[in-house]
């Protein structure tokens, strides 16, 4: 049987387009709302691929679709189907209005450390205080890439969900968990009794990467763009490591230095 999708049409700048609207550049109504914009054929696609759940599929009205937005939208995907005139939907995609095809509305997961496994063989990130999204994004799909369980973002961050951590994730953040946390007591009472050893970046690190092992049960901490690890994260590790540099940089960004170490964990695992 045929599934049938609510259909609507949105051409003004009504409530709904300004709610939408507001997702773009709003924590606080993104969290108000529960949901957030995915741009993108890769991370819509892989949004659908893990079932995540989808309120609105939002298509230029009008427009010549691709057949992988067509297909798309005809689809058992649930979510209610909203053509928009090009130009309001080209807002929303952040991109030109002849680009612009299709944008998923989905839904905010729970922050619940329980949603990343740990076993036997466990390995997290926890991102401490990132200002950028687009770190944030990065690290995510590193992680991905890298066999990573999932990513921990704590303390006063930019949002995981903001448009740009989404972006930069490339659809990574629709398969591998993301948490954020607001204090670091959820994060002990969350690995307590677990036997997972928490391991610190820093460029002044007691032991370089390359000889630091990284087999077991692992917690890698990165530390804010600009000021590293907290007073608070830095006691709680139990040791550091620093990336060997060669050349005139001092220093990898954040991202740039967890997906370093990410390499190496999952280079010793093997």
Excluded at 103 to 121: E, H, K, M, N, T
Excluded at 148 to 164: C, E, F
Excluded at 233 to 253: E, F, K, Y
Aim: one cysteine or more.
């Amino acid at each position: 049987m045929r599934t049938v999708h609510r259909r609507t049409r949105v051409t003004t700048r009504n409530a709904r387009f300004q709610q939408w609207q507001a997702l773009l550049t709003n924590r606080t109504k993104r969290q108000r709302a529960g949901e957030f914009l995915v741009q993108g054929v890769r991370p819509i696609s892989l949004a659908v691929q893990a079932d995540w759940p989808i309120s609105a599929l939002l298509h230029a009205e009008g427009r010549r679709l691709s057949k992988w937005a067509q297909e798309l939208l005809d689809s058992p995907v649930p979510g209610e189907r909203v053509a928009m005139a090009p130009e309001l939907l080209a807002e929303l995609s952040e991109r030109e209005e002849g680009d612009a095809e299709l944008v998923a509305v989905a839904g905010l997961p729970q922050d619940d450390l329980a949603r990343i496994p740990v076993g036997p063989a466990f390995l997290g990130v926890l991102f401490d205080r990132p200002t950028s999204p687009g770190n944030i994004g990065t690290l995510i799909r590193a992680a991905d890439a890298f066999g990573a369980d999932g990513l921990v973002v704590s303390g006063h961050a930019a949002d995981v969900y903001d448009p740009k951590s989404v972006r930069a994730s490339t659809g990574s953040l629709f398969s591998l968990p993301a948490v954020r946390v607001g204090s670091p007591r959820q994060v002990d009472d969350w690995l307590s009794g677990r036997g997972v050893t928490v391991v610190g970046t820093d460029e002044h690190g007691e032991t370089p990467l390359f000889d630091a092992d990284l087999t077991g049960p692992l917690l890698l901490l990165v530390g804010n763009e600009t000021t590293g690890l907290s007073a608070t994260w830095r006691q709680r590790c139990d040791r550091t490591v620093h990336i060997p540099m060669h050349g005139a940089a001092s220093s990898l960004n954040a991202a740039g230095a967890a997906t370093a170490a990410l390499y190496e964990a999952a280079r010793q695992r093997r």
